[in-house]
């Protein structure tokens, strides 16, 4: 099926004059002067001196050159015929809609930015934002851009404890967040969780509180409404001129310890990425209705909703709530309604409406469409299809865009605007100009095509992440220390005899559900802090919809007997330390756990088992165990399940 592939005819663009072929072999041939050229499609309030200064693992882009990320995706609409364009078509979940132009987004952003600054915000403090999908957050983002201030957005559905934990983590000054936010028609009481957290987190000094759902709410010493805060404020506010490398924002992501990771971003480097990747793979025009249905509070909200169609000019669509509600024909409708001309979604989400049937798109006018996206997670061919011949008509090509919080933006993927290329589905196909991906085997020796190996990346790019918050040393050994010389990017994949690259999912301990991204640790040490839990192991199963779900097998301290209300429990204590998206679908108390004569839990073991795979496909795995203890421990599970 694979080899038989539609490939339409997608028509090639010419970038400045110049094909595909030639932009990477200029990228390979001299990077430095190629990424120069593509920050010159940024503003600059001063020029950078040398593009890049590379002290492994440590990359300053453009070093010297002054800049400002909000100035590059408002200001410089203002003097030209964009001024007062669409920016944000925004639809609440409730099917309200408000449009922002360039020039009301930077009306309401120099206003919150010179009120930060009246509070004493200033350039290098940290703003934490935690608010639902609404103009506020892209708005809230950009006054910290302005004014230098670095912000750190949480994700809405992530609980008290995990914004404490991050807040702590960047000593954030402030939090701006929202009375309530709506979702499947009910209303997440944001405000009270902040409220929750803030006991734990000594560095806040105020919290700003945007009104959107009309519940009652209490407000305390701290707390300023969003509206009275920013009221009287003046509409112009200078932009602080940044070094390029100074950070513009922290976002958290998982990694393979209980703590999350502060990833750090920079300013020019990882806009001149986010531009220009924005550019080939989506290849933005005036006239483009762009839907990205992510949530702002993951890196694709922040580079693909916020900064890379801003820098653009493009029309964004901007949807507050559930893809299902208050029907299954809920994206369809938003792309009939404003005529989007790209989608930029999940597999999760495709494969949540490939069951609800076709007749529900089938029923919506999808023709505006031109181009169609995935992100985050494997796509299974069989729903590349549906996309491509149900929502795509046959008439849009298919981009499978690769990249990770990390990479701050797409690493791999078809550039739909530049280059015309058999598209393969489930395929990212290559990487992007400038982009050096590689697939070793453990000791970073480069591997023939086909074999399967780790992912990694030979050459430092602009969008790379700086270092993690507080933690060069981490930051080291996560990413540069695991295969020598190279960036590590925890997955498998391989490249096959066309050089296509296929992506094959994680390599490590995290865990990919409905595209989110969890760490197993994290969830097992969020496990153990009950009082009832001695011991925790998390995996995952495949599942049909999300991709993969999370399985627990739980030890209970001696005394405690396992019980429905204990497991109820459970499910409400992963809710109040992480966040709904980690709770279980199945929880195994068991007598004890798989290990390894070290004593390391043999965690692809029980994803073995979960996923009903042989004996044959875990020996190689579990090294340090014989195959006897192998069988051994799966025969003891096995009773479980
Ligand atoms: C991990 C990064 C990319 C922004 C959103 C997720 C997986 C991402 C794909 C893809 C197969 C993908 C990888 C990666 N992933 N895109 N097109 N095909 N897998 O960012 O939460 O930092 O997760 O998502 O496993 O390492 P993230």
């Known amino acids: 099926m694979i080899n038989d592939s539609p490939s339409p005819e997608n028509k090639v663009i010419s970038l400045e004059g110049k094909k595909i072929k030639k932009i990477k072999y200029d990228a390979l041939n001299n990077p430095e002067q190629f990424w120069s050229e593509c920050a010159k499609n940024l503003v600059w309030f001063k020029q950078w001196d040398k593009v890049l200064e590379w002290n492994p693992p440590f990359a300053k882009w453009f070093q010297d050159g002054k800049i400002n990320a909000a100035y590059n995706c408002i200001d410089k609409h203002l003097k030209t015929e964009l001024k007062n364009k669409a920016a944000i078509i925004w639809e609440g979940e409730n099917g309200e809609s408000i449009t922002l132009t360039y020039n009301q987004i930077f009306y309401k952003v120099n206003q919150l930015a010179n009120a930060l600054k009246k509070i004493g915000i200033k350039k290098g403090d940290r703003v934490t934002i935690y608010l639902p999908m609404i103009p506020e957050l892209p708005i809230s983002m950009l006054a910290c851009a302005r004014i230098g201030a670095i912000h750190s957005v949480v994700f809405s559905g992530f609980s008290s ?25 009910k209303v997440i009481p944001l405000k009270n969780i902040v409220d929750e957290a803030i006991e734990k987190i000594p560095s806040i000094e105020k919290v700003i509180v945007v009104k959107r759902t009309n519940r009652e709410i209490t407000m305390g010493e701290k707390d300023l409404w969003f509206d009275d805060f920013i009221e009287k404020e003046s509409i112009y506010c200078e932009s602080e001129w940044m070094e390029s ?30 531009y220009s990747s924005a550019k080939w793979v989506f290849n933005f025009t005036p006239t483009d209705i762009f839907f990205c249905t992510a949530d702002i509070g993951w890196v694709t909200g922040h580079s693909y909703i916020v900064y890379a169609p801003l820098m653009h000019g493009v029309t964004e669509i901007m949807y507050e709530g559930a893809p299902d509600f208050p029907d299954q024909g809920r994206y369809w409708k938003i792309i009939e309604k404003y005529g989007a001309t790209i989608l930029y979604t999940t597999p999760t989400a495709l494969r949540a409406y490939m069951r609800y049937g076709d007749n529900i798109p089938n029923s919506y006018n999808l023709s505006s ?30 981009i499978d865009t690769w990249w990770q919080t990390e990479t701050g933006g797409i690493m791999i993927s078809m550039c739909s605007g530049i280059e015309n290329i058999k598209m393969k589905p489930g395929s990212g196909t290559f990487s992007l100009p400038g982009i050096e991906v590689e697939i070793v085997d453990q000791n970073g020796e480069k591997l023939e095509n086909g074999k399967k190996g780790y992912l990694t990346i030979k050459k430092p790019w602009p969008g790379m992440l700086i270092s993690l918050w507080n933690d060069d040393d981490r930051y080291k050994k996560t990413y540069w220390e695991k295969i020598p010389n190279s960036y590590s990017a925890g ?52 599942d049909e919809i999300k991709g993969e779900s999370i399985i627990a097998f739980l030890v209970l301290k001696s005394g405690i007997v396992s019980s429905e209300q204990l497991n109820k429990e459970m499910k409400e204590h992963i809710r109040n330390t992480i966040g709904p998206i980690a709770i279980a679908e199945k929880i195994y108390f068991v007598n004890k756990l798989p290990k390894t004569r070290s004593g390391k839990i043999m965690r ?10 042989t004996i044959g496909d875990i020996t190689t795995l579990e090294d340090e165990a014989s195959i006897e203890e192998i069988i051994y421990e799966m025969n003891e599970l096995n009773k479980y399940l």
């Open 161 to 185: 404890q995990s914004i404490a934990d991050r807040a702590n983590d960047s000593k954030s000054r402030i939090i701006i967040t929202a009375d309530g936010g709506f979702r499947r028609g």
């Open 245 to 274: 490398s100074d950070p513009l924002y922290i976002l958290y992501t998982s990694g393979t310890t209980g703590k999350p990771k502060g990833v750090i971003h920079g300013t020019g480097g990882y806009l001149t990425h986010l």
């Open 369 to 398: 469409l031109r181009l169609l996206g995935t992100v985050g997670e494997p796509i299974n061919p069989e729903v590349w299809l549906w996309y491509f011949n149900i929502i795509g008509k046959q008439n849009c090509p298919i």
């Open 491 to 542: 997955d498998f994949a391989f490249i096959d005899k066309d050089n296509y690259i296929w992506i094959l999912g994680r390599s490590d301990d995290i865990l990919k559900v409905a595209g989110h991204r969890l760490g197993t640790i994290e969830i097992e040490s969020a496990y153990i802090s009950h009082k009832a839990v001695g011991e925790a192991a998390v995996t995952s199963k495949h």
């Open 604 to 613: 692809r073991l029980l994803r073995s088992i979960v996923n009903k795979e």
